[in-house]
């Protein structure tokens, strides 16, 4: 037994020294639900649903599948077991039997039964120019496809949204070579990962990856995943280990990257884009993988430890003791261990005598068992000496080992069991990570919707901490959209905010289509939407996922104000920005039905003789076809209302010409001008999408023949989700104006009484605002005098005070449930301003005639 030194409470170490067990696979636990799967029926749809909890339209840029299709698909692919559909054949042909719809629920439905798709296809192809003829027929005729592996993905990114083909990879499944020497292992994209590593195995290597959902998985979904798992610590990142590629691209065109080279420097690693593309630039059909040498010698401990402070110092100590030999350093919450105890499969044990609130899981793999002991026992004894462990355990034997791996690997299934899985995967510094777990957890209870029993039942905070990787799994009745606003976008901009990256290793998927933009600026999600038009034209492959090729609704109409604004202001003459926009604006029209809202502005593009209501030419709809875009009640395209410019585009000319001032401000007041109709049109939307509930059914106190269910009952309440992405538009309208006015009141201010000082302070806010003197003499022309403009402008901030608290009424008379989180800070402490009615920080400043914050 080891002892502590001078420990009274001493950490418990089953065995007697740091035993050895020797490597084999652990088994994977059972995966994929998929009687359950079975049994549920995929949703009938309309032209736009619910996808799991995001909101998409069908392009109607694909086409319908046909039995003709289907037809031809028969003669690409042999065997009738390769195709599953329900497309009924015509009458007399043979060439394929239609399938009963339970067959597709598999390919249908995801691994956590959040996303459901109603495809009538599945195409199970066994070799690469089946797949590349595949792709041939669907690019010519505009057939939307999804790629799909062992369907173990958790965004929602394998599963079709809508009727997309299915191309199903597990039919390619052979093992091209494996050179023993070298150690490189060349395979099809569908052989299952734990499958390779079996086979390897016996020879003496291992694959360079490793997670819970090995057995189910395909090497060619890890890749498109760029997957992380639990060796990732020692071996890294996909981006490294594969060698080369196979990949077809989505006109049928097969690249062959397959090197089994190490080194090759001739020209750009195209290989690079296709790892973690997530199926939507090309179907991966051929992988060329490094595989490490297996480790003879593996140890595996968990300790328990007693805060997250002693989880990274542990971290710490570990790799300095014994950081050549470390292959994984896991920790999981004592919420997480629970949930394991409670829910994983039978056959996971609680080593330990007490609960603790964290535990950490290290393995050790070498090739010297002695060595590796040796180093273990010391940092064991260490550990224990410093009282950094409140207890441990050490595998002593194979079963062991696997025993405490299913500690941690069996989280994500128990949680699966226990309810429905609201999944986070984030990067971020280690030292922030668990301060996210506590904040959920704070938030939840502030909301009251957490604990025993109550929707959100549980917040498991576990990940892989070498890699710096954060999993938070939040364990909820159902997958109710009021408990993903209380969570979101709170999660991504906290994660933002430190830096971090809202997907480490799962990837965007559907789930996180439209939040890259936490992680990455515009202008890389620029170049990846230019990188996806050059290999999918036409937008087929997996599409209303990962990166749109096209620009969005909401990038349209922020491109389209952005354009107006900046334009008028700098008294440019509007046909440059027509110009520039008309594209953008034919393709908005039909697709974001911004002519309900923009067609006053548009009037004026009409004047410069462009015609701006021309549907797009075939060449511009090839260029911006499929028109989607993921859509978000209240934020979505149809509502969305202007996005003011930043003040950057603002200058002082602007704001001393009075009449052009006041004109900036009527724009900007659209959205509060016409805000009862696009509440009503939000919840006429909300309806049709099934998104609202009604206020009776909500509110047990609120009787449906009441006067106030009577003047509602016409629009149903949205949900808290539509009301927040609603609530947020409205405040950047708000703050937006409210900086239009300040900053031309400081203009103005400076205007009235100049001084030397002046001049810097304007440079910093505009570097074309130099009072030189032939500027000076331009403003003392100007129409209106500095001290009437003065007024004026301070007037402003008393005419926002009236218009804001009366869209603030017309918006909580509709969204009576919500109420909003304004982060901490000015930013929060105006937003809470704006929420109460009251005067913002500047606002009163302005009224007390204190200088401007
Ligand atoms: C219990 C459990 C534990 C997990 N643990 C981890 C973990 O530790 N680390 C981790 O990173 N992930 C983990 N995952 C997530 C998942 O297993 C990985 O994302 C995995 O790499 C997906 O592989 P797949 O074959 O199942 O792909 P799928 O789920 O079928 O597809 C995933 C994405 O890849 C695309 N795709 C699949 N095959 C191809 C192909 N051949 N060519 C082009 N595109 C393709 C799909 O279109 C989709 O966008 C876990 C999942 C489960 C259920």
């Given at each position: 037994m080891?002892?502590?030194?001078?420990?009274?409470?001493?950490?418990?170490i089953?065995?007697?020294?740091?035993a050895t067990a020797?490597?084999?696979?652990?088994a994977?636990?059972?995966?994929?639900?998929?009687?359950?799967?079975?049994?549920?029926q995929?949703?009938?749809?309309?032209?736009?649903?619910?996808?799991g909890?995001?909101?998409?339209?069908?392009?109607?840029a694909?086409?319908?599948?046909?039995?003709?299709?289907?037809?031809?698909?028969a003669k690409?692919?042999?065997?009738?077991?390769?195709?599953?559909t329900t497309?009924?054949?015509?009458?007399?042909?043979?060439?394929?039997?239609?399938?009963d719809?339970?067959e597709?629920?598999t390919?249908?439905?995801?691994?956590?039964?959040?996303?459901?798709?109603r495809?009538q296809?599945?195409?199970?192809p066994?070799?690469?120019?089946?797949?590349s003829?595949?792709?041939?027929?669907?690019h010519?005729k505009?057939i939307?496809v999804?790629?799909?592996g062992?369907?173990?993905?958790l965004v929602?990114g394998?599963v079709?949204?809508f009727?997309?083909?299915?191309?199903?990879?597990g039919?390619?499944?052979?093992?091209r070579?494996?050179?023993?020497?070298?150690?490189?292992?060349?395979c099809?994209?569908?052989?299952?990962?734990?499958?390779l590593?079996?086979?390897?195995?016996?020879?003496?290597?291992m694959?360079?990856?490793d997670l819970?959902?090995?057995?189910s998985?395909h090497i060619?979904g890890?890749v498109?995943?760029?997957?992380?798992?639990?060796?990732?610590?020692?071996y890294?990142?996909?981006?490294?280990?594969?060698?080369?590629?196979?990949?077809?691209?989505?006109?049928?065109?097969v690249m062959?990257?397959?090197?089994?080279l190490?080194?090759?420097?001739t020209?750009?690693?195209?290989?690079?884009l296709?790892?973690?593309?997530e199926?939507?630039?090309?179907l991966i059909t051929?992988?060329?993988?490094?595989?490490?040498r297996?480790?003879?010698?593996?140890?595996?401990?968990?300790?328990?430890l007693?805060?997250?402070?002693?989880v990274?110092?542990?971290?710490?100590?570990?790799?300095?003791?014994c950081g050549?030999?470390l292959?994984?350093f896991?920790?999981f919450d004592?919420t997480?261990?629970?949930?394991?105890?409670?829910?994983?499969?039978?056959g996971?044990?609680?080593?330990?005598?007490?609960?603790?609130?964290f535990?950490?899981?290290?393995?050790?793999s070498?090739?010297?068992?002695d060595?590796?002991d040796e180093?273990l026992q010391l940092?064991?004894?260490h550990?224990?000496?410093e009282?950094?462990?409140q207890?441990?355990?050490?595998?002593?034997?194979?079963t062991?080992?696997?025993g405490?791996?299913?500690?941690?690997e069996?989280?994500?299934?128990?949680?699966?069991?226990m309810g429905?899985?609201?999944?986070?995967?984030?990067s971020?510094?280690?030292?922030?990570?668990y301060?996210?777990?506590?904040?959920?957890r704070?938030r939840?209870?502030?909301?009251?919707?957490h604990?025993?029993?109550?929707?959100?039942?549980?917040v498991?905070?576990?990940?892989?901490?070498?890699?710096g990787?954060?999993?938070?799994n939040?364990?909820?009745?159902?997958y109710?959209?009021?408990?993903e606003?209380?969570?979101?976008?709170y999660i991504?901009e906290?994660?933002s905010?430190?830096?971090?990256?809202?997907?480490a290793?799962?990837?965007?998927g559907?789930m996180?289509?439209t939040?890259?933009?936490?992680?990455?600026?515009?202008e890389?999600?620029?170049y990846?939407?230019?990188?996806?038009?050059?290999f999918?034209?036409?937008?087929?492959?997996?599409?209303?996922?990962?990166?749109?090729?096209?620009?969005t609704?909401?990038?349209?109409?922020?491109?389209?104000?952005h354009?107006?604004f900046?334009?008028r202001?700098?008294?440019?003459?509007?046909?440059r920005a027509a110009?520039h926009f008309r594209?953008d604006?034919?393709?908005?029209?039909?697709?974001?039905?911004?002519?309900?809202?923009v067609?006053?502005?548009?009037?004026?593009?009409?004047?410069?003789?462009t015609?701006s209501h021309?549907e797009p030419?075939s060449?511009?709809?090839?260029a911006?076809?499929p028109e989607?875009e993921?859509?978000?009640?209240?934020?979505?395209?149809?509502?969305?209302?202007l996005?003011?410019?930043s003040?950057s585009?603002?200058t002082?000319?602007?704001?001393l010409?009075?009449?052009?001032?006041?004109?900036?401000?009527?724009?900007?007041?659209?959205?509060?001008d016409?805000?009862?109709?696009?509440l009503?049109?939000?919840?006429?939307?909300s309806?049709?999408?099934?998104?609202?509930s009604?206020?009776?059914?909500?509110?047990?106190?609120?009787?449906?023949?009441?006067?106030?269910d009577l003047?509602?009952?016409t629009?149903?309440?949205?949900?808290?989700?539509a009301?927040?992405?609603?609530?947020?538009?409205l405040?950047d309208?708000w703050?937006?104006?409210?900086?239009?006015?300040r900053f031309?009141?400081?203009?103005?201010d400076?205007t009235?009484?100049?001084?030397?000082?002046?001049?810097?302070t304007?440079q910093?806010?505009?570097a074309d605002?130099v009072?030189?003197s032939?500027k000076?003499?331009?403003?003392?022309?100007?129409e209106?005098?500095?001290?009437?403009?003065?007024?004026?402008l301070?007037?402003?901030l008393?005419?926002?005070?009236?218009?804001?608290?009366r869209?603030?009424?017309a918006?909580k008379s509709?969204?009576?449930?919500?109420t909003?989180?304004?982060?901490?800070?000015?930013?929060?402490?105006?937003?809470?301003?704006?929420?109460l009615?009251?005067p913002?920080?500047?606002?009163r400043?302005?009224?007390?005639?204190?200088?401007?914050p």
């Open positions: 080891l002892q502590p030194a001078s420990r009274p409470a001493a950490p418990r089953i065995g007697t020294s740091a020797t490597y084999s696979t652990r994977s636990p059972s995966l994929v639900p998929r009687a359950a799967l079975r049994a549920a995929p949703h009938l749809a309309g032209p736009s649903l619910r996808r909890l995001a909101t998409v339209a069908r392009s109607d694909f086409a319908n599948l046909t039995s003709a299709d289907v037809e031809a698909f690409i692919l042999p065997s009738p077991s390769q195709i599953l497309i009924a054949p015509e009458s007399g042909s043979a060439s394929y039997q239609p399938v719809p339970s597709l629920d390919f249908n439905n995801d691994w956590m039964n959040k996303y459901h798709g495809s296809l599945v195409l199970k066994k070799t690469t120019s089946e797949v003829e595949i792709m041939k027929y669907c010519a505009n939307a999804v790629p799909q062992g369907n173990t993905g929602g394998g079709p949204v009727d997309e083909v299915v191309v199903q990879l039919g390619l499944n052979k093992i070579s494996f050179d023993e020497v070298a150690g490189t292992l060349v099809d994209a569908g052989c299952i990962l734990e499958s590593d079996n086979h390897i195995g016996e020879k003496g290597y694959m360079p990856l819970g959902a090995k057995g998985c060619g890890n498109a995943t760029n997957a992380g798992g639990l060796r990732f610590l020692r890294g990142s996909l981006h490294g280990t594969v060698l080369g590629l196979e990949v077809v691209l989505p006109d049928g065109t062959d990257t397959l090197s089994t190490r080194k090759d420097n020209g750009f690693d195209l290989k690079q296709f790892i973690g593309s199926g939507t630039i090309g051929g992988v060329a993988i490094a595989t490490p297996r480790p003879s010698a593996v140890n595996v401990a968990v300790f328990a007693d805060s997250y402070d002693a990274q110092t542990v971290f710490g100590q570990v790799k300095k003791h050549e030999i292959s994984a896991e920790f004592q997480s261990f629970d949930v394991v105890q409670k829910h994983a499969t039978a996971v044990r609680d080593p330990f005598e007490a609960r603790h609130p535990y950490v899981l290290i393995e050790t070498g090739s010297n068992k060595h590796d180093k940092l064991l004894e550990l224990m000496e009282g950094m462990i207890d441990g355990v050490l595998a002593q034997d194979e062991q080992l696997q405490l791996w299913a500690l941690r069996s989280i994500p299934e128990a949680a699966g069991k429905k899985v609201f999944k986070y995967d984030l971020m510094p280690i030292d922030k990570m301060a996210l777990v506590q904040d959920m704070t939840f209870d502030e909301h009251g919707v604990g025993e029993g109550n929707d959100v039942g549980a498991c905070g576990y990940g892989h901490i070498g890699d990787n954060l999993h938070i939040i364990v909820a009745k159902s109710d959209p009021k408990i606003s209380i969570i979101e976008p991504y906290w994660t905010n430190v830096k971090g990256s809202v997907s290793e799962h990837g965007l559907l996180k289509a939040k890259i933009g936490y992680t990455k600026t515009p890389s999600i620029e990846m939407k230019k990188i996806k038009n050059v999918d034209p036409k937008g087929i492959l997996n599409p209303y996922k990962y990166i749109q090729k096209i620009t609704c909401a990038a349209a109409h922020r491109r389209y104000h354009l107006l900046t334009q202001l700098r008294h440019q003459i509007i046909g110009a594209k604006q034919a393709w908005s029209y039909k697709t974001c039905g911004m002519s309900t809202w067609s006053p502005s548009m009037s004026r593009f009409n004047r410069s003789g015609s021309s030419d060449s511009e709809r090839s911006f076809a989607y993921p859509v978000q009640l209240g934020s979505s395209s149809v509502l969305k209302p996005t003011p410019p003040v585009n603002l002082p000319s602007t704001c010409a009075i009449g052009e001032f006041k004109e900036l401000l009527r724009q900007y007041r659209q959205l509060d016409g805000i009862t109709t696009r009503n049109r939000s919840f006429a939307r309806r049709a999408l099934g998104q609202s009604s206020p009776s059914l909500l509110s047990s106190s609120t009787n449906s023949a009441s006067s106030v003047g509602t009952s629009y149903a309440t949205p949900q808290p989700a009301c927040a992405a609603f609530w947020r538009e405040v309208v703050i937006g104006r409210e900086e239009v006015v031309c009141i400081k203009v103005a400076q009235s009484n100049p001084n030397p000082a002046v001049g810097s304007d910093r806010l505009d605002f009072p030189t032939s000076q003499d331009r403003w003392s022309r100007a209106n005098t500095a001290e009437t403009l003065n007024r004026q301070h007037n402003e008393k005419v926002e005070s009236i218009i804001r608290a869209s603030l009424d918006f509709r969204c009576r449930f919500f909003p989180s304004p982060p901490a800070g000015p930013e929060g402490d105006r937003e809470r301003a704006m929420w009615g009251i913002t920080p500047a606002a400043a302005s009224q007390q005639g204190a200088p401007l």
